[in-house]
């Protein structure tokens, strides 16, 4: 049975990757400031855990895109990795 967070969170569109990257962000600092009580520490960390699966979702949705659009000298399009110093950048491996 889902509660009333649950079924809100899961009728409202996902937010933008700026404005989810901002929420995670704030979540993070918040929590390594100790300003989040005991009682909703889990809910955050849930929180965090799917605005940054849906961040990695979106990041790599992004690479596969560029590498499809990669043009060839001819101008054909090709797949074209990126680089492995970008991907850990990013984050990604």
Avoid: W
């Avoid at 889902?2 to 700026?18: L, V």
């Avoid at 690479?63 to 970008?86: N, T, V, Y």
């Amino acid at each position: 049975m889902a509660t009333k967070s649950n079924a809100a969170a899961a009728s409202a569109p996902e937010p933008t990757f700026e404005d989810a990257m901002h929420r995670l962000e704030a979540i993070v600092e918040a929590m390594e400031a100790g300003d989040v009580p005991l009682a909703d520490l889990l809910s955050k960390y849930e929180e965090g855990s799917r605005l940054l699966a849906q961040c990695e979702q979106r990041l790599k949705a992004a690479e596969l895109k560029i590498e499809q659009l990669k043009r060839q000298k001819d101008g054909s399009l090709a797949p074209a990795p990126f680089p492995a110093a970008e991907r850990s950048d990013l984050g990604l491996s």
